[in-house]
């Protein structure tokens, strides 16, 4: 079962896997307030997302970006991600 599998793919749907979480971990705890944006005043001095100042940064250029559909985007990496993992052929 193991010895068909192929590390290249399985290394890819870990880093793809890892920035999945990274995305939806930073847009759930996203704060309108945190540095890098300007709509809330007065902004906080330091980053209140569980990621960081990269986290709030990320966060925030995706919502202003992409609005709701960043959490297709978190959704698509994650059903990319399992049928990596799963071993299922992706055609399209």
Request: charged letters at 15%.
């Amino acid at each position: 079962m193991f010895a068909a599998r192929s590390r290249q793919r399985d290394l890819v749907a870990l880093a793809l896997g890892a920035l999945a979480l990274f995305l939806a971990l930073a847009l759930a705890t996203y704060d309108p307030a945190d540095p890098p944006s300007s709509v809330v005043y007065p902004v906080h001095a330091k980053a209140h997302n569980v990621c960081g100042r990269a986290g709030a940064l990320v966060a925030f250029v995706l919502l202003e970006g992409l609005g709701w559909g960043a959490w297709y985007l978190v959704a698509s990496l994650g059903a990319v991600t399992w049928l990596l993992v799963c071993g299922k052929e992706i055609n399209d």
